[in-house]
């Protein structure tokens, strides 16, 4: 979140500003800073806390995460549904078309990946993580982060949030702070966001922070959107010449 919020503050220096933020999962906290709503010392500490919360919230080892490649949510979806038998498994990331996380308590999301290989997934493999984010499991750490958000101050923000749990445009302190608590538990809605942002005439994409998983995600999603990011002098440079670039475009298209 330090490092995003750095390389937003690079990007602002040169007179950049969004139409729209958007953070998947973490990077919500660092959306919401650079929409003006949360101060960046309050996030800084509220997403220490939030990472405690979570790894608490479940013993290491009861939960897992999948990955599963190659198949449909709403078949995912069965999947999990067929695999639960009294335990937690549901999706906990929609990242893509064809690319769902799962997650829940471990041998549910292991029966889960079975079923999903079956029926026709290209590949269901397990996580490297320490707890099963974004699932039921996480509900304490929801009652926790409901609590510390609380007596968080949030400030109406300057630029439109699409949220992660139901990826809606948001535009008010209250639902800024109420999208953070219910993240914790439910699925991250990325795929659904970016094709809202779409809907809303999107087409050029910078992602800030290390990293361009997030751009790739956005070619599947986005097909023939310019995807862009910041990370260092380097790729700040070359995203500038770009934004430049398509700003003149639409000076000479509205001349």
Not at 151 to 176: H, I, M, Q, S, W
Not at 230 to 241: G, R, W
Request: net charge neutral; charged share 20%.
């Amino acid at each position: 979140m330090a490092t995003s919020v750095a390389a937003w503050r690079a990007l602002e220096r040169e007179g950049v500003r969004p139409d729209w933020v958007a953070g998947h999962s973490l990077g919500e906290y660092s959306a919401l800073v650079c929409a003006g709503t949360l101060s960046f010392a309050d996030a800084l500490q509220t997403v220490r806390l939030r990472g405690e919360y979570m790894q608490e919230a479940v013993p290491v080892g009861v939960g897992a995460m999948a990955a599963v490649l190659g198949l449909d949510l709403a078949e995912v979806e069965r999947a999990c549904r067929q695999a639960a038998d009294g335990e937690v498994v549901a999706p906990a990331n929609v990242n893509s078309p064809g690319q769902v996380v799962i997650a829940g308590h471990a041998a549910a999301v292991e029966r889960a990946s079975a079923l999903c290989r079956a029926a026709g997934a290209r590949r269901a493999v397990t996580l490297p993580v320490s707890a099963p984010f974004h699932c039921a499991l996480m509900r304490p750490a929801q009652e926790r982060l409901a609590v510390r958000l609380a007596g968080v101050a949030f400030r109406e923000p300057a630029t439109p949030l699409v949220n992660n749990v139901d990826a809606r445009a948001v535009r008010t302190a209250t639902e800024c702070r109420d999208g953070l608590v219910r993240q914790v538990s439910a699925p991250v809605l990325w795929q659904q966001s970016i094709e809202l942002l779409v809907a809303q005439g999107v087409d050029t994409f910078v992602e800030i922070g290390p990293g361009s998983v997030l751009s790739g995600l956005v070619k599947r999603i986005a097909k023939g959107a310019r995807t862009l990011n910041v990370e260092d002098p380097e790729s700040l440079a070359q995203t500038l010449a770009a934004l430049a670039g398509v700003a003149g475009a639409t000076r000479s298209r509205e001349s």
